[in-house]
C-alpha cells in the first residue's frame, strides 16, 4: 500500500513529461484545433488537422531522438527541438495553404564545442528565402601571444538552398545535411580569418 503514492506520483510526472510533447493549435488556419505531437514509440513528429479529418501526417524516423525532445508553437506553425549535451537545433513548420502541406520553413542550430568552444556558436537559414546567417568562433592556440584565445568569425551571410522540404519528407538527414553544409562554410570562413590575421602581422 506504500508503494500506491509513489507510483501515482511517477504516473503524473509521466503525464506532464509527454504532455510537454504535444501542442494543440488551429495550424491550418480554419478555426478548428488541430495537434502535433511526438511519437516517442516511432520516433515521428505527428500532425492531425483537421482538414485532413485528423488522419496522421507523419515524419519519417528521428534516430537520435533525445527525451527533451518536443513541438512548441510559433506565430505561424511549430517548431520542434532536439538538444543533446552541448549542441542541438530547431526546425520550424508552417502550412502551406496552397499544397495543404506542413512545410519546412526554417532551421537553425547552436553548438557549445568541445572543452575550449573550439567550433561553437549558431546559425539559422529561412527556407524559404534561402538567407543563411552564422556566427561562430574558434580556439586559436597561436594567439595571445602563444597562450590561446577563442577567436570569432565575422558574421557569416550568405545563400542556402534547399529542395521544399513537408513533414512526411522530415527525418535526421535533413539537419544532418544541414548541420554539413553549416561545417563547410566555418571551415572556409575560419581559413580565410586564419590567414587575414597572418597577414595583418
Known sequence: MKKTPLLLIFLLAQ????????????IDNDGKKDTVYVDVT???????LSTNNYKPIQSKPIEILNETSGVNSTKNGFYFSNDWMRAGYRNQFRYNAQTKKIQLIGMSRYEFGNAANDGSGESSVNLLTTDYIGNWNYYDEAANKGKGELVSIPTIKTKMKFAVINLEDFSDETYFN???RCSDLFYTHKDAKKIGSRKKK
Open 178 to 180: 544541414y548541420a554539413e
Open 15 to 26: 503525464i506532464v513529461v509527454f504532455g510537454q510533447d504535444k501542442l494543440v493549435k488551429d
Open 42 to 48: 516511432k520516433s515521428t513528429i505527428v500532425c492531425r
